[in-house]
Nanobody, 122 residues
Framework: QMQLEESGGRSVQVGDSLRLSCAASVRPFSRSVFGWFRQAPGKEREFVAL????????LYADSVKGRFTISRDNPKNMLYLQMERLKSEDTAVYYCAHGTEYTTNPHDFGSWGEGTQVTVSS
């Protein structure tokens, strides 16, 4: 089973940029789908961004569209989330997830990292 490890979360100011990384323990396969999700205190885990490993096909939540970019580094088995113009409402624990369905439903992802905290303050 694939193991995932996120990194890069920290405290930043409103308007700052930040890049999160997710390392996969094994090489993703052709059907791999990766997602970024986040969970703020007292809220449900929500979809942020989605990518097919082999063919891109990126998808974003409306709340982050135009500010966040999901990308990958195939040789390194790495997934990234570049976040620009951060807002206070982006504060959450961010999770990387792996599955085989192109879906925004977190319940359809079988492998999860432990998360990395992003705090955006004004």
């Amino acid at each position: 089973q694939m193991q995932l490890e996120e990194s890069g979360g920290r405290s930043v100011q409103v308007g700052d940029s930040l890049r999160l990384s997710c390392a996969a323990s094994v090489r993703p396969f052709s059907r791999s789908v990766f997602g970024w999700f986040r969970q703020a205190p007292g809220k449900e885990r929500e979809f942020v961004a989605l990518m097919r490993w082999r063919a891109g096909s990126n998808l974003y939540a409306d709340s982050v569209k135009g500010r966040f970019t999901i990308s990958r580094d195939n040789p390194k088995n790495m997934l990234y989330l570049q976040m620009e113009r951060l807002k206070s409402e982006d504060t959450a624990v961010y999770y990387c997830a792996h599955g085989t369905e192109y879906t925004t439903n977190p319940h359809d992802f079988g492998s999860w990292g432990e998360g990395t905290q992003v705090t955006v303050s004004s």
